[in-house]
């Protein structure tokens, strides 16, 4: 399946929306950051393409989005989802955006996606 711009817009824009996952205990960070991701089969796709064009690992990946995202063990998701929005609109702002499938997405959104990769194929 080909990722199309109304998929991607669509998703994006349910980052913001998506209701917090219901969890007994807590995630750990790799799954707290994955569920902000209302479609992380189709991020995962699009984590595959940009990690084949950059050859980034997991853990530089990691790392990047504790700093981008501002992560703490204490974060909730809503914490965490607006340290995402925030990264999003800083990246637009500064031109800090990536070319993946021929789109413009922010780093943090690839990074995110790269992640998603990384753990579905059981690398994180």
């Known amino acids: 399946m080909t990722l199309n711009r109304r998929r991607l817009l669509a998703g994006a824009a349910m980052l913001m929306l998506w209701p917090g996952s219901v969890r007994a205990a807590p995630p750990t960070q790799s799954e707290a950051m994955l569920d902000l991701l ?3 089969a189709g991020a995962a796709r699009l984590g595959a393409q940009w ?8 853990r530089e990946i990691l ?3 504790q700093r981008r995202l501002r992560w703490s063990a204490d974060a909730d998701t ?3 989802r607006h340290n995402l929005a925030n990264a999003i609109a ?3 702002h500064s031109g800090t955006v990536v070319a993946v499938q ?3 997405i922010a780093r943090t959104q690839a990074e995110l996606c790269a992640l998603a ?3 579905a194929a059981g690398r994180v």
């Open 63 to 65: 790392e990047s989005l």
């Open 102 to 104: 021929g789109w413009q």
């Open 90 to 92: 800083e990246d637009f």
């Open 51 to 58: 990690v084949a064009q950059e050859h980034t690992e997991p």
């Open 78 to 80: 809503d914490t965490l």
């Open 117 to 119: 990769y990384f753990a």
């Open 38 to 40: 209302p479609d992380r």
